[in-house]
């Protein structure tokens, strides 16, 4: 257990509002990422952060916005939320040996 | 950008027996990783490998990265219904301390009685 919860854990919202996900880890890992997973697709990173208020963008970051303003807090947000955006989403960690961690998932609808 | 392709996508097997998955990559591996999960839930982290030549092994499970770094295989042995799930190959194709994972797609894996 690397310490890693997500909430909340199931979302519904429509189309156009903004949504944010939370990623908290009680371990003081430096990295955080996030991934979204699609059928077909497999799991795709978002953003990662490499420390507080230091983040990039990953492969699919179109449409989403991080922010990290405490080590142990990395927030996901949905500006405006599509249906494409349906997906589980899930934060990770990366400790000192690069071993990599994931949290429980959360599970978006945008209907 | 790097693409990992897993083989088999799926695999049907009797308990008790071996059987072994497979993860290629169109470059070179700087890091590759092994999840396991279950339908609806998280990945469980199984390994890491990160040096050609590499195997680890936990309880029944040993992973291997080849000398060239662009394939791994994990082996299952004398397999059990709790094997059953999806498993994830991840790898992380850059030099740099990010580990930015791509991801294959999976193989599904079912444990016969």
């Known amino acids: 257990d690397a310490g890693i919860t997500q909430s909340p854990r199931h979302k519904v919202t429509e189309t156009g509002t903004p949504v944010t996900l939370r990623c908290h880890q009680t371990?003081?890992?430096?990295?955080m990422y996030w991934y979204r997973q699609d059928p077909g697709h497999g799991l795709r990173l978002i953003h990662y952060?490499?420390?507080?208020?230091?983040?990039d963008k990953g492969e699919v970051s179109d449409g989403y916005s991080v922010s990290r303003s405490k080590t142990e807090d990395f927030l996901l947000t949905l500006e405006s939320a599509t249906s494409s955006q349906t997906s589980v989403y899930f934060c990770?960690?990366?400790?000192?040996?690069?071993?990599?961690?994931f949290g429980p998932g959360t599970r978006l609808t945008v209907t | 950008s790097q693409e990992l392709e897993q083989s088999p996508q799926s695999l049907i097997v009797q308990e008790g027996k071996n059987l072994t998955i497979n993860c290629t990559s169109s470059?070179?591996?700087?890091?590759l990783y092994w999840y396991k999960q279950k339908y609806g839930e998280g990945l469980i982290f199984l390994m890491m490998?990160?040096?050609?030549?590499e195997e680890k092994s936990h309880e029944k499970i040993t992973a291997k990265l080849d000398e060239k770094k662009q394939q791994s295989s994990l082996h299952i042995t004398a397999s059990q219904p709790s094997h059953a799930g999806i498993y994830l190959c991840?790898?992380?194709?850059?030099?740099?301390?990010?580990?930015?994972?791509?991801f294959g797609t999976g193989t599904r894996l079912q444990v016969t009685l």
């Open positions: 990770a960690i990366r400790d000192r040996t690069y071993e990599q961690y």
């Open positions: 371990e003081n890992h430096r990295y």
């Open positions: 952060s490499y420390g507080v208020k230091d983040t």
């Open positions: 470059k070179t591996l700087y890091g």
């Open positions: 490998l990160q040096k050609g030549g």
């Open positions: 991840g790898a992380d194709g850059s030099t740099g301390t990010a580990s930015k994972l791509t």
